[in-house]
C-alpha cells in the first residue's frame, strides 16, 4: 500500500437541488434580459404562434352542448317541479311558524344556545325586510342540497368500490375544485337558459364535490376490524356497505353535508347571476349595481345569517351531541301555531317590514360622511399602495417609477445599480452558507425590476419546471411546464400573469400577516379568543359579500379587488400557522425546556420546524382560496383570467370561458402540487 493510497480524497463540494434549481432560472432570465433588445420574442409570445384553442373548444363545446341540451331542457323541467313546490311552500308558510321550526330545530340539535342562534338568526331576516327573498334563496337550498347529496354520495361510493375509477374521480374533483365558478356557468346557461332552476342546477354542480370527498374519506377510515366483521357475519356486500361501513363513516359523512349545505349556500350570488329571480342573492347583486351600500350590507348580512345559523346546525351533526328534552321542541311548534292562529289577521306583511330600514340609511349617510372626512386619507393609503406595491409587482420599477408616482423617472443606471446590490447581497449570503437564498434574492429582484405581467416566458417555465423538481421530482416539473405551455400557445398568457401577479400579491400578504396573526395567537391565548370568532365569521360569509365593505370605502378598482381576495384568503394562513404551533408534542417540549432554552429558541428551533408542514398546507389552501376569489373580484375591478371569465359569461362565449377557467384552474393545480410537494418533503424530513 502506497502512501498516496492513505491520503483522504478531498469531498468535491457540489451543489444542493434548491441552488441548482435556482442557479438555472437566474442563468435564463439573465439571457432573456440581455437578448430582449436582439430577440423580442423571448420576452412576448408572437401572436402569430398562437393556436386558436379559444376557438376549437368554442366549436367542440358548441356542438356538444347543443346535442345534449333536449335532454337538459327535459331535466330543467323536472327540477322545476321541486323547486316550484319548495317555494310555494316556504313562501306560503307563515312566517311565526317558520321561526318556531327553526328554534325548535335549534334546541333538538344543540339546546338553548342553538334555539336563541336559530330565533334570533331567523327575526333578523323578518325585520330586515327580506323574508319573500330569503325563503326563494331557502327553496333553492333546499332543493340542490339533496340533488348535491345524492350525486355526491354516489361519486363517493362508486369510487370507493371501484379502485380504478378512484383516482379519476379524484382528479375530477381537484378540477372542479379549481375551476372557477363562473366559468362553467356559461355552458348551463346555454343548456337551461335564464331561470331559477340553472341557478339551483350551479348549486348542486359546486356542492357535490365535498360531499364526495368527505364520503370517500369516511369509507376508507372505516377500522378494518369493522370491516372484516361485517365480512365474517357472512352479509352481502350490499349489505356491508349500507348496514356496517356507512354507519361507521357516518360523522365524516356528517361533516360533507356541512360543506356541501355551506358550498350550495355560497352559490346563491353567483346563481343569481343567471337565475335572474327574487331571491336574496339578486338583492345584493342589484344594490350594489346602484351603489346603495346600506341596503347591499343589510342584504348581504342576511346571507351571513343564513350562512352561520346553517353552519351551527348542521356542524352539531358531525359531533357526539347531548340530547334534548323533546317535550321543549314540541312546546315551541305549538307556541308557534297558537301564535299564528291567534294573531292570523294582525300579522304584518314581512316584505313591508321596514325596521330595519333606518339602518340601511345610517350606513349610507354614515358611509357618505365617512368619505367626505377621511377622503384625503383613504385615497393617499389607496394610491401609495398601488403606487409603491401593487404598480412596481405588475409591471416593473423600470416602468412603475414615475415622476407622476414617485417623484422621478427610473433609468438604467438605476436598473444596474439595483442588480449589483442585489448580486452583493447574493455574495454575501453565499458567503455565509446560504447560496440558495442568495440566488433566490436576486431572482426576485429581478422579478421586482421587470414586473410579474412582462417576465419573460422562457423564464416563467424555467422557474416553473425548477420548482417542481424540487417539490416533487422531475414528474411534476414537466407535467407543469406542459400545463402552462397549453395557456402560452392558447393566447391567454398575458391574462394568466396578471391573474398570477394580483393572486400572489394576496397570498403573500396573507401569508406574512396571516403568519404573524396565528403567531400571536399561539402564544397568547387572549389573542386567539379575539382571533378566533372574526375568523369563524370570515369562513362562513359568502363570497360576494367580501365585495360590499371594499366597495363602500374604496369604490371600483385593483386595490378593492386586493383586499377583498386578502380578507377571504387570509383565514386558512391563521389557523392552519396556530394549529402547527399549538401542537407540539409534549416530548419534544419537555426536551428543549431541560436543554434551557429560552421560549424563543423553542419557537425558533422547535415549534416553528414541527409545524412547517401545516403551516404549508395552510398557504395551501390559502392559494385556492385567492384564485377563488379572484374571479369574484372581477366585478369590481381585476384584469387578467378573471376578468376574461366574467365577460365569457356576459357574452355567452363558451370557449373563453372554458379555456380562461381552464387557465386559471391550471395556476391553482401547479401552485396546490408545488406546496403539497414541499409540505411532503418537510414531513419526511420530521420522520412523520
Known sequence: MTV???????????????????????????????????????????????????????????????????????????????????????????????IGLVTALGWYLGGLPMAALGFLGLGFVLASGYWAESMNTLALVAVSVPVALIVGSAIGILANEVPRVKSVVQAVLDIMQTVPTFAYLTPLLLL?????????????????????RNVMLGLERVEPEIKEAAIMSGGTRFQQLFQVEIPAAATQIMVGVNQCLMAALSMVIIAAVIGGFNDIGWEVLLTMRKAQFGESLLAGMVIVVFAVVIDRMSGTLATERQRYDNRV?????????????????????????????????????????????NGPWLDALKNNSMFYVLLPLRIGLDQAVLPFTWGFQWTPA?????????????????????????????????MLETGIANLPWPFVLTGA?????????????????ALLSTILISGLWERALLSL?????????????????????AVWSPVWKIVRPICDMLQTIPLFVFLIPVLMVFQIGEFSAFLAICAYAIVPMIRYTRHGLVNTPDEMMEAAIASGATEWQIMRDVRAPYAAPTILLGLNQTILYAFAMLVIAALIGTTGLGQSIYLALGQADVGLGISAGAAMAILALIADRMVQGFAEERRKALGL
Open 465 to 481: 419546471a425548477a420548482l417542481g423538481w424540487v417539490a416533487g421530482g422531475w414528474r411534476l416539473a414537466a407535467l407543469s411546464v
Open 501 to 521: 401577479y394580483l393572486s400572489g400579491a394576496a397570498v403573500f400578504f396573507c401569508a406574512v400577516v396571516g403568519g404573524l396573526i396565528g403567531l400571536a395567537s
Open 329 to 373: 321542541v314540541w312546546a315551541v311548534l305549538g307556541f308557534a301555531v297558537l301564535f299564528t292562529l291567534l294573531f292570523w289577521a294582525r300579522l304584518p306583511n314581512p316584505s313591508e317590514l321596514t325596521l330595519l330600514d333606518p339602518v340601511a340609511q345610517a350606513v349610507d349617510s354614515g358611509l357618505t360622511a365617512f368619505t367626505q372626512d
Open 4 to 98: 498516496a493510497a492513505d491520503v483522504p480524497t478531498p469531498a468535491r463540494a457540489h451543489l444542493t437541488a434548491g441552488a441548482q434549481a435556482a442557479l438555472i432560472t437566474l442563468i435564463v432570465g439573465a439571457l432573456c434580459l440581455a437578448l430582449e433588445p436582439h430577440v423580442p420574442w423571448l420576452v412576448k409570445w408572437p401572436a402569430s404562434w398562437e393556436v386558436p384553442a379559444t376557438q376549437w373548444v368554442g366549436a367542440f363545446l358548441d356542438w356538444f352542448l347543443n346535442a345534449i341540451k333536449p335532454a337538459a331542457r327535459l331535466f330543467s323541467d323536472l327540477m322545476a317541479y321541486p323547486m316550484n313546490w319548495a317555494n310555494f311552500v316556504l313562501g306560503n308558510t307563515p312566517w311565526p311558524i317558520l
Open 192 to 212: 337551461f337558459g335564464f331561470g331559477p332552476v340553472v341557478g339551483l342546477i350551479a348549486s348542486a354542480i359546486y356542492a357535490a364535490p365535498p360531499m364526495a
Open 414 to 446: 438605476m436598473s444596474f445599480g439595483l442588480f449589483a446590490v442585489g448580486a452583493a447581497i447574493a455574495l454575501l449570503m453565499a458567503w455565509r452558507g446560504h447560496l440558495t437564498g442568495g440566488l433566490v434574492t436576486l431572482i426576485l429582484i429581478g
